[in-house]
Structure formats: C-alpha cells, structure tokens
C-alpha cells in the first residue's frame, strides 16, 4: 500500500486534511483485499468535517461535469438542511410493481457489505444512495423522462452534508481486484480537486427571446376530465381524484437548472427544493411535501390536502386561512388523505395516530391543511418500502 506523506500537496486537499487522506488511504487498502479475496469489487467510503461555511448545492451544481449524474435536497428553514451528491460508484434500478422492494433490497445488501465510518453528523452524512421513483410501474410514456428509470438510486464518488452551519463530506469508492490503492487514491483526488465553492448562477432578468409556454391539450380537454372526475366522485366509485396536465415553457436558450434551484430555495424556503441529473435533464421542483421520514422503528409523514391561495394583505390571508380550516369539503379532503396513509402504514406498524385536527401549513403562493401522523414500526423498515 503505497504510503502519504503528512501534508503531502494532493489534488482535493481542501476537502479532506492529512487524517482524512491517511484513513481514505487505509480504507481502500482494507477494501483492495477483500476485492482480491472474493474477486468482486469492494465499496470503501469514509465522512470528514470540513471545518468552513460550505453551500453543498452551489458545490454540487458548479462542479458537475457534462451528462453526470447529481442530486441536491434542502429545505433551507430547517436549519438550512442540506444534501448534496455528485457521480455514481453505483446505480440501483429497477422497474415493476415491485421496483421499490427490489432497489431496497439491492441497497441493504450493498450498505451491509461496505467499508464506512459510523454515521455521525447532519442527515444524509456518510454512505446514502439518492435518486427517486415514478408514479408508473414501467415509468413515464415520454421523451422527456427518458434517462430516468422507474426506480432509480445511485450511490455517489461524494456528496456534502449540511445542518445548522455543520457539513460532513463524504467520499465513495468502488475498488476492484485488479486496482491499486494509488490509483484509486488519484481517482479521488482529481474529483475532490474540481469541486468549486462558487455561488448558483442567477436568472437572466432581461433574456434576449421570449419564453413560450405551451401546453399540447386545450383548456377545455382539462375542464372535461374535471368533470368526469366529480361525476365518479359523486357516483361512489372513488373518494378523491388528482388531475395533472402537461405544461411546457420553451425558452430561446437552454434552462440552467442551476438558476432555477437558486430562484426555489430562495421563493420557498419553506418546501423541499430538490434536483435529480440524469444526462442532460434535470428533475427539479419545491414540494412542502415530505412523503416519508423513518428514524430507527418510528416512521413521520404528513396528510397534505386541501388548499388555498395566499395574499399580500395580512389581513385577507389570515381570513383565507380560517376559512380552509373551516371548509367541510377540504377538511374531509384531508380526512381521506390521512385514512389512506395510516392505512397504508398500519401492517408495518405497532401504532398509528394521526392528528385529530388539520393545522395551517403556508408557502409563498399557496397555504394547504396539513395533518402530521406518526407510526412506531413493528421492525426497522426503510423509507423506501414505506
């Protein structure tokens, strides 16, 4: 194993100190032998402190090469909760109604069998996997989401980890039998030596074209399927329908999704802003909803539904606020959401609750009713089969 020297210059050094080098180096050693031993790759990953202010959205969208793949999750009122990842050692994906399970599977065994430090420090510090789901079993039916799969994690080279003002970064490896310790070592530091601490780039105020926004089906193609969806309502055969419909703004120049995360966390600080890369597309948005949080055999989630907007007037958006925790249709709107979801956890569970009453639950343009239920589960069960 080769040996490093103590403030030896290494590309990346900014991000790991002498110690971390010395215990990323040992690591790998660890995970080279297993890797000739079994003769299939070993996973090594080690978590240092960066003792400065770190952005690890701005780090991860300024750093990101070409068709990578990156990810980034904040809700910047929360502490400034932040989790930032670049690359792929490892992609989990599957597709089917039974794509949940089998990435869920494929996760424990890897997180079992890998070489890491204990988890210590703001959420998302040490080995994670990040990505996401469709709705759909087999996936969306567009061009659009193509690179996406139905089911999709990926196992970053480093993400950032931030949480009231503390960051942890972590560095991922996959080491195969016929590697050295040396060359995986300059594969890291070449890639911790490109992380950039520039600021996200702001939106063109004055962009030279004119957006479009467009939208392939009429109005009234929408306005038919609302009606259609009341009549099933009203006839029994369903309790609450949500309708979607495609929206497509074109713009003269290519969208940086950098600016638009920029724009999200700065208009909702309130919402999870997130992005998922997949080659050149980008999933990005800002939810205030959280589907699901396990902590050990406890499990939180939210019954979000029933929604209204907001106003400038403190006044009128105060009487907006008390006439949707006074609406008969949106609280049993609600109701329903929270009877699906406590179903839903109940065979997982010990106990179920749920609030008895809905609280208001405001961003920027629009304040929703917002039931929080708790679950002690029966066993340690990830978010992902949840």
């Known amino acids: 194993m080769a040996e490093l020297e103590v403030g030896a210059p290494r590309a990346g050094a900014g991000w790991l100190d002498g110690d971390g080098w010395r215990r990323l180096e040992r690591r790998l050693g660890f995970a080279l032998r297993r890797a000739r031993a079994s003769g299939a790759p070993a996973l090594a990953s080690i978590t240092a402190r960066i003792d400065r202010a770190v952005d690890p959205t701005a780090v991860v969208a300024a750093s990101r090469r070409p068709g990578e793949r990156w990810f980034c999750f904040e809700q910047p009122e929360r502490e400034g909760s ?17 794509r949940f399970a089998a990435v869920a599977r494929r996760w424990r065994s890897l997180a079992a069998a890998a070489l890491t430090d204990e988890a210590d420090g703001p959420p998302g510090s040490g080995l994670v996997a990040v990505g996401g789901f469709a709705f759909a079993p087999d996936g969306a ?27 942890n970064v972590t560095v991922n490896a996959e080491v195969a039998p016929d590697d050295t310790v040396d060359d995986v070592l300059g594969r890291l530091g070449r890639r911790l030596g490109e992380l950039r601490t520039a600021p996200l780039p702001l939106l063109d105020p004055a962009p030279a074209g004119t957006s479009k926004v467009l939208s392939p089906l009429p109005p009234s193609h929408y306005e038919e399927a609302v009606a259609r969806a009341v009549q099933r309502i009203r006839a029994g055969e369903l309790e609450k329908i949500v309708l979607a419909r495609d929206v497509e703004v074109r713009a003269p120049g290519d969208h940086d999704p950098a ?8 208009a909702f600080p309130a919402c999870y802003v997130f992005a998922v890369g997949r080659g050149a597309a980008t999933f990005i948005a800002a939810s205030p909803e959280l589907l699901v949080r396990t902590e050990g055999q406890r499990a939180s989630t939210v019954a979000l539904a029933g929604s209204i907007r907001r106003s400038a007037d403190p006044a009128v958006d105060d009487h907006l606020g008390e006439q949707l925790l006074h609406s008969d249709k949106d609280r049993e709107e609600n109701e329903i959401v929270a009877r699906r979801i406590t179903r839903a956890l109940a065979p997982h569970a010990v106990w179920v609750t749920a609030a008895p009453d809905p609280v208001l639950v405001r961003v920027a343009n629009i304040q929703h009713l917002a039931r929080p239920i708790r679950a002690q589960l029966a066993s340690p069960v990830g978010a992902v089969e949840l």
């Open 82 to 98: 932040a989790l930032a990842a670049l690359g792929c050692v490892r992609a989990l994906e599957a597709r089917g109604p039974d």
């Open 141 to 167: 039916d567009s061009a659009r989401w193509e690179g996406f799969a139905p089911a999709s994690l990926v196992v970053p080279e480093v993400s950032l980890a931030r949480r009231a003002g503390v960051v």
């Open 259 to 266: 600016a638009v995360l920029g724009v999200l966390r700065e």
